[in-house]
């Protein structure tokens, strides 16, 4: 298996590592049982990610890809995050090995999670907006 | 300490020793000559490779006629199994023994041959690693042809009482196969003494090239090839020979077990000064006999953290070693050895098997004792399953 230097990067030097206390959204996807988990947490000023956070336990791509999501939507709307797809995420990182795709869906789905919250806090129904996020724990591998 | 280069997975692979090479040179210059050409290059090879098996059974107890070269481990636990099921399968036997914590090489074998009309009895280990000779004779059945049982297991370096199950299955008349690639060269090995009918070994594990191996065949055993063709290798196993190789692998099987008890007292050592460190790390565990192990072999595991971050964030300080994990196992479970000794899955995911050899020192010890602790706790401090476990949460309910 080879990972991209870019990938190997984003592992070595993870951005937005840490917690947000007092966070507008946290969402945390993935189990224990299938070896990662991802939480991120979103600081929301007039619909604008002014601050976000993560931490994950997982692979290297794992944390590639939480420490990537987090670059691509830090300073964004609302809006443009909820366009972030896993997609992008493996293209910003130069790629990633077919078995460890499923982790830039995780982290898709955790910023989705954390904005569903968001949305919850704001006491309006996240649905319409970030789709529906399944409660069940998904299979390991998604 | 300054960063080095530690290469602590001697489990997996090892460097081609200066004196391994050496012998083999010879053979990949101007000795090229096919060993079964008559010309004086041709019988020169020929020569080698006589001189290579004596140097083989020599090694195991064995006799020189019982061993037979292969491309490595995998070719010698295929034909092992495979070819004694076609040979019970025309007495009328259908069923063999091996274990949950085999290597690959077994177990899926094993499961070929249950497609086949096979049955297969998949013996468990207790949660040291070690398999139960009465588990083992309770298993045997009339229509037993074979039992399988590794002779050091390759993750948790567990050793398994192969003299006990030896002598069962040669009173109970069912050949008994090991794969011993992990113990060649670590552990004392007679295949005499210690009733083996068949043995598996490798050369990349004792610093000979990758791709050479052998499988011993005790005389009165005649099982049909697994690779048809020439009549190389008394008519076995076809494929011209790959001298340089096997020539490799008599030279590092030679090195490898002149002095196995100076070996084992020297790695040792360093062993359990890693384990005695490591277990200082909160939340670890020992996996395996901390006794009846391999004398290279440490495997922890690290709770809140996942195998793969930290072989990656190992490497980024020059050392090498692997895991359980299932990042790292190419599937979605955490090592089956591990999940068969008992431990949860997220225990299992964040393991670390370090595998000392001969070209590891003292100061290699000391900067694995050094560098693992804080890696570790980097992870955990970015990890959220540790939060939860700081929180007395049972993480394993889900």
């Given at each position: 298996m080879i990972y991209s230097e870019k990938v190997m990067e984003h592992f070595a030097n993870p951005r937005n590592v840490g917690e947000i206390e007092n966070a507008d959204g946290v969402g945390e996807v993935g189990n224990a049982k299938c070896g990662d988990i991802m939480k991120m947490y979103l600081k929301i000023d007039d619909g604008i990610i002014t601050d976000v956070k993560f931490k994950t336990f997982g692979c290297g791509a794992a944390v590639a890809t939480s420490s990537m999501a987090t670059e691509l939507i830090k300073g964004k709307p609302i809006e443009d995050a909820l366009k972030l797809t896993n997609k992008a995420v493996v293209e910003a990182l130069d790629g990633l090995p077919t078995v460890k795709l499923h982790c830039s869906v995780l982290a898709e789905q955790a910023i989705k999670a954390a904005l569903a919250d968001y949305y919850t806090r704001q006491g309006v129904d996240p649905e319409p907006y970030v789709g529906k996020l399944s409660d069940e724990e998904p299979s390991c591998g998604i | 300490m300054d960063k080095r280069f530690v290469y602590a997975d001697n489990s997996a692979t090892t460097k081609i020793t200066a004196p391994v090479l050496e012998a083999m040179m010879p053979y990949l210059t101007d000795?090229?000559?096919?060993?079964?050409?008559?010309y004086s290059i041709g019988m020169d090879s020929a020569r080698a490779i006589l001189k290579a098996r004596e140097t083989v059974a020599n090694a195991i107890g064995?006799?020189?006629?019982e061993i037979y070269f292969t491309s490595g481990g995998s070719e010698a636990d295929n034909w092992a199994i495979k070819c004694a099921a076609d040979v019970a399968a025309k007495k009328g036997k259908k069923h063999l023994i091996t274990t949950v914590f085999e290597h690959h090489a077994v177990l899926h074998t094993c499961q070929y041959l249950e497609k086949h009309g096979f049955d297969v009895t998949y013996i468990p280990v207790d949660e040291m690693g070690l398999v139960h000779p009465e588990d083992v004779e309770k298993a045997?059945?009339?229509?037993?042809?074979l039992v399988s049982v590794m002779f050091?297991?390759?993750?948790?370096?567990t050793i398994q009482p192969i003299a006990e199950i030896g002598k069962i299955c040669r009173e109970k008349k069912v050949w008994f196969h090991t794969d011993a690639v992990q113990a060649v060269g670590n552990v004392p090995i007679n295949v005499s003494e210690m009733n083996i009918d068949l043995l598996s070994l490798s050369g990349h594990k004792i610093h000979a090239p990758k791709g050479i191996g052998a499988l011993y065949m005790r005389t009165g055993i005649n099982l049909p090839n697994l690779i048809h063709g020439g009549a190389q290798e008394r008519n076995k196993r076809a494929g011209t020979e790959n001298v340089a190789s096997i020539v490799g692998l008599a030279k590092a099987i030679e090195l490898a077990t002149a002095d196995i008890p100076a070996k084992q007292a020297r790695l040792s050592k360093m062993r359990d000064k890693i384990i005695a460190e490591l277990l200082k790390i909160p939340e670890s565990r020992l996996n395996g006999d901390p006794v009846k192990r391999l004398a290279g072999n440490v495997n922890i595991s690290f709770r809140g953290i996942e195998g793969e971050s930290l072989l990656l964030s190992l490497d980024l300080e020059g050392i090498c070693a692997s895991s359980g994990s299932a990042c790292t196992s190419?599937?979605?479970?955490?090592s089956h050895v591990l999940l068969a000794i008992g431990l949860p899955h997220s225990t299992a995911h964040g393991s670390l098997r370090i595998s000392l050899g001969d070209l590891n020192t003292e100061e290699d010890a000391d900067y694995i004792i050094e560098k693992v602790p804080a890696i570790v706790g980097k992870l955990r401090a970015m990890s959220p399953l540790w939060e939860r476990i700081l929180r007395d949460e049972d993480i394993d309910a889900e």
């Open positions: - | 000795g090229y000559g096919n060993a079964s050409s008559i064995a006799k020189t006629s045997i059945r009339d229509d037993t042809f050091a297991n390759n993750e948790i370096g190419g599937s979605l479970d955490p």
